[in-house]
């Protein structure tokens, strides 16, 4: 056995709008996520999260999974647009009762909620009047936080303000494969710098109202290696790792953007929205650092039109490198299966800057091609090996002294993989589609054994 220390927490995420359904339930309006999906050409097959999992209405049966798996917290998503959906103005009562009901079968089944404040829907008419690379958004953002938090305080202690900035600025303004699918190089700069001031904001307004609860943010880290020793190659890990780690780190750890990074950027970095205080404000103290880790970027340069994975497209400002493929395993979102890269993610980081607040993985996963065999079961051993080497690979890193205090697998269910639809199966519970049924796979069952004794048993 590969024990975790006492209180390790073990858990699952999801995000609201993957999972939830019912985008015209109760009061809930249009977010960025629903004009793209239903936007032709936008999702694999034009899939829509308007169903998903269904997990608004089987969210007491999803809950009782959880509990089943021995797990000790929950990170989920509330939906901006089902909670305030003009973006602006008083709470909706039927989001803030749809939350009230997960939150009495969480509390239950003795499972601590963690929230995320925003995975990625916008309000449409935020994203009408402007979007992420309107400063006004990061206030808004701000206040919608203030009110979720001044409602929903007294029954959740962690607050996380955002999922993955990287992807809401690059993906989503960037290179456009997210919603609001926007291609504009400079905007999406300025998205990511409003996004990070919203964090800061936010933050600091919750822990005005309530000192003695715990606020962070997550974000998606790569180790970031190069191909050969070449000087061409160092370069490209510089940059790479600037644009997808240390432009979210550095402001939020260290009240700085990388010079480096900005000065590559030229005309596009956004100097004239960053004003005098807003690195004071981006660095707010944190309570804890959320990490979504999935796997480690290789990158070459100097070989321009060479690139080989989609995810080249997301790197602002880095034409001209490229990902290298390893040949290592991939999973079926072709990302390579790498779980020492968790142990480097987290060690660079701890190397970096030091303080680090504690720090909790707060997605780490992998997408198969499961199937329900003829004994109703789903034998996803691959994930069950994937989990079984990252654990270890986290438990690694404890013992190189980072403080790491939890873990939390993406994801609980089957679900809207974003542009991918429902072809990516991420969950450990597996779901079909077409009767919503609910099949606990192997992997599940294992996450169970690892959460119940917290602790990883051996290998057979
Ligand atoms: C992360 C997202 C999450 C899910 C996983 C696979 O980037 O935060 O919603 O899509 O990837």
């Known amino acids: 056995m590969t024990s975790f220390p006492t209180g390790f927490l073990w858990g699952t995420s999801t995000a609201a709008y993957q999972i939830e359904g019912a985008v015209s339930e109760d009061g809930r309006g249009p977010s960025i996520w629903d004009t793209f999906a239903h936007t032709p050409g936008k999702t694999v097959g034009g899939e829509t999260g ?4 269904d997990h608004y209405h089987r969210h007491a049966e999803d809950v009782a999974i959880m509990r089943d798996l021995g797990l000790g917290a929950y990170r989920f998503s509330m939906s901006w647009s089902r909670m305030q959906p003009a973006g602006t103005g008083p709470l909706n009562p039927g989001g803030v009762a749809f939350y009230d009901r997960l939150l009495d079968e969480l509390h239950a089944a003795g499972i601590r909620p963690w929230v995320t404040l925003y995975h990625w829907d916008l309000p449409q008419l935020l994203e009408d009047a402007g979007g992420w690379p309107e400063r006004d958004t990061a ?3 701000a206040d919608y936080a203030a009110a979720v938090h001044a ?12 999922n993955e900035p990287w992807c809401s600025a690059f993906l989503g303004y960037f290179n456009g494969v997210h919603a609001p699918g926007r291609t504009e190089p400079a905007a999406s700069l300025r998205a990511m710098h409003h996004l990070l001031l919203g964090h800061g904001m936010a933050t600091a307004q919750m822990r005005a109202a309530r000192p003695d609860l715990r606020y962070g943010l997550s974000l998606n880290l790569y180790p970031v290696d190069p191909r050969s020793a ?9 940059r790479i790792d600037g644009v997808s780690n240390r432009l979210f780190t550095d402001p939020v750890l260290a009240s700085t953007y990388p010079a480096d990074i900005a000065s590559d950027l030229g005309a596009d970095w956004p100097a004239d929205a960053i004003r005098a205080d807003d690195m004071a404000t981006i660095a707010v103290p944190i309570d804890m650092l959320g990490i979504n880790y999935y796997t480690r970027h290789v990158v070459f340069g100097g070989e321009a039109g060479t690139s080989t994975t989609a995810f080249d497209n997301g790197w602002i400002g880095c034409a001209g490198v490229g990902k290298a493929m390893r040949g290592y395993p991939v999973t079926s979102m072709g990302w390579e299966v790498d779980p020492a890269g968790l142990y480097d993610v987290l060690t660079r980081l701890k190397d970096r800057y030091p303080g680090l607040p504690p720090v909790y993985i707060t997605e780490n996963g992998a997408s198969f091609d499961d199937v329900v065999t003829d004994d109703g079961q789903v034998h996803d051993a691959a994930r069950v090996d994937y989990l079984d080497a990252h654990f270890r690979q986290a438990r690694r890193a404890i013992d190189a002294g980072v403080p790491l205090r939890g873990y939390f697998v993406w994801s609980l269910l089957d679900n809207f993989e974003w542009s991918f639809g429902t072809t990516r199966r991420f969950g450990v ?6 009767t919503q049924r609910r099949t606990v796979k192997d992997s599940g069952r294992f996450l169970r054994r690892v959460a119940t004794a917290n602790a990883i048993p051996d290998r057979q």
């Open 151 to 162: 409602r929903f305080a007294d029954r959740i202690a962690d607050w996380l303000t955002l």
């Open 230 to 238: 070449s000087r061409q190659d160092a370069d490209a890990v510089r």
């Open 50 to 53: 308007d169903v998903a999992a």
């Open 429 to 434: 519970v597996h779901v079909d589609y077409s």
């Open 139 to 141: 206030h808004r953002f």
